[in-house]
């Protein structure tokens, strides 16, 4: 289980995995990010896929790269910005892949 599942798992997400690939859904994206915050982990990306036909298909609306703020600014602004990112991006039936920076102390 990876670190995005544990702390989906600590807050009762579901995670819908495919491949190898954790994916979190749109209606629990902020609830998760809450709890990124709360460890004090930073997010270093989000990708946002639709499902279709069983096949994930990448929304090139819903891709964020946060990884240009780490180590200079704290994990709280980082989720507040991939926060203010998911306020601009349309989409409920989006499933998210989440990259956390596993580093973070």
């Not at 859904?25 to 709890?35: P, Q, T």
């Not at 703020?69 to 994990?75: E, P």
């Amino acid at each position: 289980m990876g670190l995005v599942a544990q702390i989906a798992a600590s807050v009762d997400i579901n995670v819908h995995q495919s491949s190898h690939t954790e994916l979190i859904a749109a209606a629990d994206i902020v609830r998760f990010l809450e709890a990124v915050r709360s460890r004090d982990i930073s997010v270093l990306g989000l990708e946002g896929f639709h499902m279709v036909e069983g096949r994930l298909v990448p929304d090139m609306d819903a891709i964020a790269d946060f990884s240009s703020f780490s180590g200079g600014v704290s994990s709280e602004e980082v989720v507040a910005e991939a926060l203010r990112f998911l306020a601009s991006v349309r989409g409920l039936d989006l499933l998210y892949d989440v990259t956390l920076d596993e580093h973070t102390d």
